[in-house]
């Protein structure tokens, strides 16, 4: 397997993955909503390749604002339904995030599904507000660096730092 950087030329492949790999609607989150015209933090978009050079997985970060304080929001994330199974969502999830603190960043967060994203460390973020429809059970941060989340709560808005 070849974990690399998300080039241009790979976006039409990445889009066919996440088209595969969850609903239709699934533009139509509220997180989608955050990433709109938004340029993803590079560095952080990976993709994993396989022998065949067939794409395997993928995951995606976006620069948002948590009541004014930068964050990372971590996702979509997606492994090939033949290749699911064998640890690649949680090697891209551990490796991008390792990649996030060397880069400074001091928080990320997501949307997701906390018994499977607690045993990358997340907790559930109760006093941060993402836009609606959005359950808050699901609203879920880690700390990139020690602290990273004191204070920080408030509504998810859109950070366009292009």
């Known amino acids: 397997m070849d974990l690399e950087q998300e080039e241009p030329a790979d976006w039409w492949e990445v889009e ?14 509220s997180s989608y909503r955050l990433r709109d015209d938004v340029k993803p ?5 990976l993709c994993l390749w396989d022998e065949t050079e067939a794409l395997a997985g993928v995951i995606r970060y ?4 948590v009541g004014g304080a930068r964050a990372l929001l971590l996702g979509p994330v997606a492994v090939h339904p033949t290749r699911q199974g064998e640890g690649l969502a949680g090697l891209l999830i551990r490796e991008s995030l ?12 997501l949307v997701g599904d906390y018994p499977y994203y607690r045993r990358f460390g997340f907790e559930k973020l109760p006093g941060v507000v993402m836009p609606p429809p959005t359950n808050p059970e699901r ?16 509504d998810v808005t ?3 730092v292009s």
């Not at 976006?62 to 604002?65: A, D």
Request: charged share 25%; proline share 7%; net charge positive.
């Open 62 to 65: 976006w620069p948002i604002r």
């Open 98 to 109: 390792r990649r996030g603190r060397k880069l400074g960043w001091e928080r990320v967060m």
């Open 16 to 29: 066919a993955l996440y088209d595969l790999c969850f609903a239709p609607g699934r533009t139509a989150l």
């Open 158 to 160: 859109r950070w366009d």
């Open 41 to 45: 933090v590079g560095p952080l978009c």
């Open 139 to 154: 609203v879920l941060g880690l700390e990139l660096q020690p602290g990273g989340w004191d204070g920080v709560q408030g």
